[in-house]
């Protein structure tokens, strides 16, 4: 604790910088938003992106894509901001920017190579936390506890399809 307090106070850029929802800025964010259709069924999964320090979203939208400032599904709705004393190996933004070189050259699947795939990436080449290991369940289960909803029309566009899906397979269940 002393050592990440000391290496704070010694660099000023390490200090941690607002989130700016209105206009779109996560610095040092691991960001998500809801997938049409398969966020309204199962409404854990959706679309990852990473930002830089000054907050620009990048994130793996297809084949051969990384998209930067346009977040493939619309605007995050749930953002998880990382610490970055935890930055171990390679300087926060220039891991993101190598993370997103590297994806610009892959296929999409969504299975196995994905935009979750991309922001461990990004982890893993900044060492983040001490670990190198970072994959997309990794990711998925980390923004479960540690995210925050970027207020409350991200909360109503993450949760509302899956409610008003849910309340219509109720009352066809029980009115036949």
Known sequence: M???YTRLMSDPQLLPRAVDTTR?????????TPLPLLSWL????GHTGICNTDGVIHDFAGPYTVSVDN???GNPTKYWQ???TKVKDMEWDRAVQEASEIYRGRMHNLCCDNCHSHVAMALNLMS?????N???VHIALYLIPHSSFTGFGGFIKTYLPFVILLTI??????VF
Request: proline share 6%; net charge positive.
């Open 134 to 136: 970072w994959n997309m």
């Open 2 to 4: 002393v050592r990440s």
């Open 42 to 45: 199962f409404p854990l999964i």
């Open 71 to 73: 977040m493939a599904f």
């Open 24 to 32: 779109q800025r996560y610095p040092h964010c691991v960001v998500w």
């Open 82 to 84: 990382l610490d970055l």
């Open 169 to 174: 397979i109720l009352v066809v269940s029980f």
């Open 128 to 132: 983040y936390d001490g670990r190198n």
